[in-house]
């Protein structure tokens, strides 16, 4: 009895000591959001790894203005292509109109079609 005794003790000891070796890193996080009707969705994301989780990289300011100003670009080439007009219609619900079909979707002069977006 004193021989199981003590090769149970030698198992804990030896399982212990090899969880603790190993450096492990477990990151859980939730993110909920309230959609329609307060219908509330939750996701749980959870990592491990022997080493830290990734981070974002950090951008540059300049790389973020740079980002900032292609994007404002693309928006006046839309804005020009498109002509948005807003009319409110007999219930007070205002409409969005285009000068050419399918700018509801992001058609642009260069992607004339459904065909060609991405």
């Known amino acids: 009895m004193r021989m199981i005794y003590a090769i149970a ?4 000891v030896l399982i212990s000591a090899s969880a603790q070796a190993e ?3 477990t ?3 939730t993110s909920c959001k309230r959609g329609y009707g307060g219908v509330e969705t939750c996701t749980t994301t959870k990592s491990s790894g022997d080493s830290e989780p990734a981070r974002p990289s950090q ?3 300049a790389q973020a203005r740079k980002d900032q100003e292609e994007a404002d670009a693309r928006d006046r080439k839309w804005e020009e292509f498109c002509k948005p007009a807003r009319s409110v219609d007999k219930f ?9 079909s399918g ?3 992001g058609i642009t002069e260069e992607s ?3 065909a060609e977006m991405r």
Not at 9 to 12: G, L, Y
Not at 92 to 100: D, E, K, N, Q, V
């Open 27 to 29: 990151v859980t996080s």
């Open 9 to 12: 003790m030698t198992a804990a």
């Open 23 to 25: 450096n492990t890193t």
């Open 103 to 105: 700018c509801e979707f």
């Open 59 to 61: 951008i540059s300011k």
């Open 92 to 100: 007070g619900i205002t409409r969005l109109h285009y000068a050419h």
């Open 112 to 114: 004339s079609s459904f």
